[in-house]
Nanobody, 124 residues
Framework: QLQLVESGGGLVQPGGSLRLSCAASGNTLDYYAMAWFRQAPGKEREWVSC????????NYADSVKGRATISRDNAKNTVYLQMNSLQPEDTAVYYC?????????????????WGKGTLVTVSS
C-alpha cells in the first residue's frame, strides 16, 4: 500500500548541489527503514545511502561519503538526500526505497517498496 515518489532531480553543473525528496503515501514511514539507490546508464543499480526508522543510523556508499546527507521527517512522511559537489559520475536515476521493519536497521538490500526514480544529470 505504501507508495514512494521521488522529486528534486534535474540538470546541475559539476560542483553543484541538489536535494532529492522521497514523498510517501498510503502508509506511515514510521515502520520503514529507507534507502537511496541510483542507476547510471548502462550500469547496475548501486546502493547510495540508508537511514533507520527514526534516523538514528545512517550509512553511505564510499562514492558519496562526505558529499551526501540522508535525512527523514516522519511527520512529513518524507525522506531526503542532499547531494553536494556533484560530478558527472553522479549522473543517474535516483530511486527511493523502503523496507518494513520493527527494529533499527539501515538497509542495503531486501527493500520492499520502490519509487519510480528521479533523474540527476551532472554536466557542464
Amino acid at each position: 500500500q505504501l507508495q514512494l515518489v521521488e522529486s528534486g532531480g534535474g540538470l546541475v553543473q559539476p560542483g553543484g548541489s541538489l536535494r532529492l525528496s522521497c514523498a510517501a503515501s498510503g502508509n506511515t514511514l514510521d515502520y520503514y527503514a529507507m534507502a537511496w539507490f541510483r542507476q547510471a546508464p548502462g550500469k547496475e543499480r548501486e546502493w547510495v545511502s540508508c537511514v533507520s526508522r527514526t534516523g538514528g543510523i545512517a550509512n553511505y556508499a564510499d562514492s558519496v561519503k562526505g558529499r551526501a546527507t540522508i535525512s527523514r521527517d516522519n511527520a512529513k512522511n518524507t525522506v531526503y538526500l542532499q547531494m553536494n559537489s556533484l560530478q558527472p559520475e553522479d549522473t543517474a536515476v535516483y530511486y527511493c526505497a523502503a523496507r518494513r521493519t520493527y527494529v533499527a536497521l539501515c538497509p542495503k538490500d531486501a527493500l520492499d517498496v520502490w519509487g519510480k526514480g528521479t533523474l540527476v544529470t551532472v554536466s557542464s
